[in-house]
């Protein structure tokens, strides 16, 4: 059993940066592979980022591709998504989420997640 604690959301101009962290518990860290995704109000959630278990193959949605960057320290139990050039549409909640050895782009092929942290760009 994996339990997931994002941190890190908050309130950001747009052009802004921020890098929300993902501390896991309770489990082989190094055994899944990691994802982010969002959430805003009235949509679906939606895929952002994700790592392999090993850290050597990310993948992201287009609409982040060059502004966001996904990251993890296995010796920490921690993923990351730093944020920069933030935009009033990156707004959302984010989630990350686990799943074991392999990654997927579909948020119901993840069985582990976390609580969520809210992310506000503000115009």
């Known amino acids: 059993q994996v339990q997931l604690v994002e941190s890190g959301g908050g309130l950001v101009q747009a052009g802004g940066s921020l890098t929300l962290s993902c501390a896991a518990s309770?489990?082989?860290?190094?055994?899944?592979?990691m994802g982010w995704f969002r959430q805003a109000p009235g949509k679906e959630r939606e895929f952002v980022a994700r790592?392999?278990?090993?850290?050597?193959?990310?993948y992201y949605v287009d609409s982040v591709k060059g502004r966001f960057t996904i990251s993890r320290d296995n010796a920490k139990n921690t993923v990351y998504l730093q944020m920069n050039s933030l935009k009033p549409e990156d707004t959302a909640v984010y989630y990350c989420?686990?799943?074991?050895?392999?990654?997927?782009?579909?948020?119901?092929?993840?069985?582990?997640w976390g609580q969520g942290t809210q992310v506000t760009v503000s115009s």
């Open positions: 309770g489990g082989t860290f190094s055994r899944y592979a």
């Open positions: 790592i392999s278990w090993g850290g050597s193959s990310t």
């Open positions: 989420a686990a799943r074991q050895i392999s990654g997927s782009n579909y948020y119901l092929d993840y069985r582990y």
